[in-house]
């Protein structure tokens, strides 16, 4: 299993930590890595370590750690797939040091965190998150949460990706190139577990849809854009893993689509 399939593999969201911070070299890693969190859209995310204590700073759904990580970004187009692949890169670095995450847009005392983030009028603060060493022992409400959304669970691979065209299933066998790249897209946290991403291959191409569900979209902007940007992270992750070339570009094929169901962005392969 290659390094990136690992970390993927290996990550779940943690909401107990074991109460004991993080080491000092953990922390200035993490605190050098969150200085430039690239994407490629090309849109900068600020992040910053937050402490609970000094900006009392709470979510209901965590327990263990005083240990916070908010970003941020200017509200301009693409704001939000943007921020996910880079939140998503940063989270995925944290799992290789063994540190514990979980994504937060909603279960957190959000005017206290956008104060302490600094939030100016034209950016926004999309999700934070906790870090530390994982408990031994998920929590009771951990565990309730996490079944009651099925946390373990991800759609079949024929679902969610097709081939050609919009609706026609395409099998894992059938993948080709893309076939670990798209499966580490499934296994992407995804907001309440929806796995809004839908994608075609078409040759070369990999166009990357968002079916939207109802209630995902607030002043804040599109929550459910902020998974596809994850979702993107991961399988440019596997791409890059496996040596493989090509670039992300928006340029619409249009599809022919069911009407809640939006084209985000293409991969395209290149020799
Ligand atoms: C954009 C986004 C927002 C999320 N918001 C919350 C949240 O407010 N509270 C929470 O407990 N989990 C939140 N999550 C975590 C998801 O519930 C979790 O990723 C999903 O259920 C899959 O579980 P896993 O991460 O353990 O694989 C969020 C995830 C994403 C991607």
Redesign the pocket.
Known sequence: MGKFEELVRAR??I?TFDGKGISDEHLKRIEAYMQDVPNPYGIHVEFKLLHAGQDHLTSK?INGTDLWIGAKVKKVPHAEEAFGYSFEEFALFCQSLGIGT??????MDRPAFEKAMQLAADEVML?VTPIGYPAEKMGVKEKL??TG?S?DKRADFDKIFFKDAYGNKLAASEAGACEKALEMLRWA?????KQPWRVVVAGEQVHFYEKHSKGYISELGD?QK??IG?GIKHFMGEVEEEGLKGSLVIEDPHLETPEDVEYIATFRFTK
């Open positions: 779940r969201s909401r759904v979980t994504i937060i847009a909603g279960t999700c949460m996490r959304i946390a946290p995804s907001a309440v577990n929550l902020i998974d994850i």
